[in-house]
Structures are given as C-alpha cells and as structure tokens.
C-alpha cells in the first residue's frame, strides 16, 4: 500500500516552454499533496501543499504564478513549470497523504528530474 | 541556526558495521519523528516513524527519540552495501501536515 507515482520520470525541455508532472496516489485518496524541490546533495524543499479542490498555498519564495499546482481529484496533483529556464533544472518529488489510518504519514513518489537547456 | 540539523557525512563504513545517523532540533513542540531513506535519484521512502519519546524497533533498524535532549537516532544493525543511501530525518508538530527536514546523512556500506 502507501504507492505514489510521478510521470515524467525525467524531462529535458527547451527554455521558455512549460513543463507539466503529474502526481498520483495509486492506492489510497490523498487529501493533501506536496511539492517539493531537491538540489544535488541537498535536501527536501518544499515548495507547495495542496488539498483537493482548495488553491494551493505556497512556501514563501516560490512564485505561484510560474509553479502551477492543481489538486483536482483525490488521487492526482500536477505541477505545471511555465516558461522554465535553466535555473528551474532540478529533482522535483512529490508527496501524499492521506486522511486517516496508515496514510498519515507523507509518502514520496519517485520524482521528476528536469532539464531545462 | 536551522530547525533540524543533521550531518551530512559522508560516512562510510564496512558491511556488519552497527550504524549510528543522528539529527538534533531547536522546536521543542515536534512530536512525530521520522526517517526516510533516499536511494540516488528516487524519492524518499519513510523507514520508521516514532511519536514522542522512545525507541522503536524494526528489523535491523531502532529509532530513538530524547526529547529531552531534542535529538533523535537512527541505528541500524549489521549493515548491509544495500544499505547504502541517503538517510534524512523529519519531524512535524502535532497538528501540522507539513514536516521538517534534516539535510540527510549520505551512507555508504562497503563489502
């Protein structure tokens, strides 16, 4: 149990083009969804949590308007990159959680890595 | 000074060895502690998790927590080159969704 998935598993992209990773919980209904954002040899930041069907909130310093995140099921999230640039190049994971029993805990899908060239 | 502070290492050990990975905290409000370990280039996965003090054991793996002195272990027995990963820790207030990570310790199990 407790499986999220992440697809692309890696994307090279042009600068200015967007990018989009999907997020999905496959066996559980995840009422709260992260984003987070790796650097090589660093650890997990995250950038936004999102619940189903509400707006996403935002860490601060991460501009919502480039990082469009929708929650709209229960079992999928996604994160838009819009108009990338060699700067967004990273690991990005996401998490779910569920809303009780097991699934309380924040289970991490296997990540996007993206290049933007 | 940040949240969680944990050593990044890289620690290197021979395979049998008993590991010890630490993490210390500032917010003596954290109640649940966990610990992930991230093989290179996959997401984390969560290993153990323990609320408030105590130790919990599984497997080859023991989690400790002293709130009293806010730090928290990771040991794992007979340590194995599968073993070899990046061990983050993370904790989270009681009420809160969103959890609070160590840097990761990055370990390496030689045959």
């Known amino acids: 149990g407790a499986v999220v998935s992440q697809h692309p598993s890696w994307v090279i992209c042009k600068s200015g083009t967007s990018v989009k990773i999907e997020c999905r919980s496959l066996?559980?209904?995840?009422?709260?969804m992260f984003w987070y954002r790796q650097f090589p040899k660093q650890s997990l930041m995250l950038m936004a949590t999102?619940?189903?069907?509400?707006?996403?909130?935002?860490e601060q310093g991460v501009e919502k308007d480039k990082f469009l995140i929708n929650h709209a099921s229960l079992t999928l999230s996604t994160l838009t990159v819009t108009s990338a640039h060699p700067e967004d190049s990273s690991f990005y994971i996401c998490?779910?959680?569920?809303?009780?029993?097991?699934?309380?805990?924040?289970?991490f899908g296997p990540g996007t890595r993206l290049t933007v060239t | 000074q940040k949240e969680v502070e944990q050593d990044p290492g890289p620690l290197s050990v021979p395979e049998g060895a008993i590991v010890s990975l630490n993490c210390t905290y500032s917010?003596?409000?954290?109640?649940?502690f966990m610990w992930y370990r991230q093989y290179s280039r996959k997401g984390p996965e969560l290993l153990m998790y323990?609320?408030?003090?105590g130790n919990k054991e599984d497997g080859r793996f023991t989690a400790q927590v002293d709130k009293s002195s806010k730090y928290i272990s990771l040991f794992i027995r007979d340590s194995q080159p599968s073993d070899s990963a990046t061990y983050l820790c993370?904790?989270?207030?009681?009420?809160?969704?969103?959890?609070?990570f160590g840097s990761g310790t990055q370990l390496t199990v030689l045959p």
């Open positions: 998490s779910a959680r569920g809303a009780g029993g097991q699934y309380l805990e924040q289970y």
């Open positions: 066996d559980f209904q995840a009422t709260t």
């Open positions: 999102s619940n189903e069907g509400s707006k996403a909130t935002y």
């Open positions: 917010n003596s409000a954290f109640q649940y």
């Open positions: 323990t609320y408030s003090s």
């Open positions: 993370a904790m989270k207030l009681g009420s809160a969704r969103q959890l609070t």
